[in-house]
């Protein structure tokens, strides 16, 4: 069984930063990738960000340049560094960890962005 933990959401004005983690219980080489997804209130989820098993990134085109995924594979975490934050970026966010044989998902972290 796998176990995500995210961490690190909360409250912060418009153009403040916020980093968020995901915890794995095994070794994230165990993943084919590791991705960010939000929902936001009334809206479907979201995919932000991917981290595959080599180390390559992808972020979506609405976060490019102010996010960044990014990984310590002796933790077994990844983060996802949310800079230059705006309203819009308000949700639930959700770490997934795909594997050959299923997906896994965390159970969420709240951050909203609100003056």
């Known amino acids: 069984q796998v176990q995500l933990v995210e961490s690190g959401g909360g409250l912060v004005q418009p153009g403040g930063s916020l980093r968020l983690s995901c915890a794995a219980s095994?070794?994230?080489?165990?993943?084919?990738?590791v991705d960010w997804y939000r929902q936001a209130p009334g809206k479907e989820r979201e995919f932000v960000a991917r981290i595959s098993s080599g180390g390559g990134t992808n972020h979506a085109d609405s976060v490019k340049g102010r996010f960044t995924i990014s990984r310590d594979t002796a933790k077994n975490t990844v983060y996802l560094q949310m800079n230059s934050l705006e309203p819009e970026d308000t949700g639930v966010y959700y770490c997934?960890?795909?594997?050959?044989?299923?997906?896994?998902w965390g159970q969420g972290t709240q951050v909203t962005v609100s003056t």
């Open positions: 997934k960890a795909a594997r050959w044989d299923s997906d896994y």
């Open positions: 095994r070794s994230i080489f165990s993943f084919n990738a």
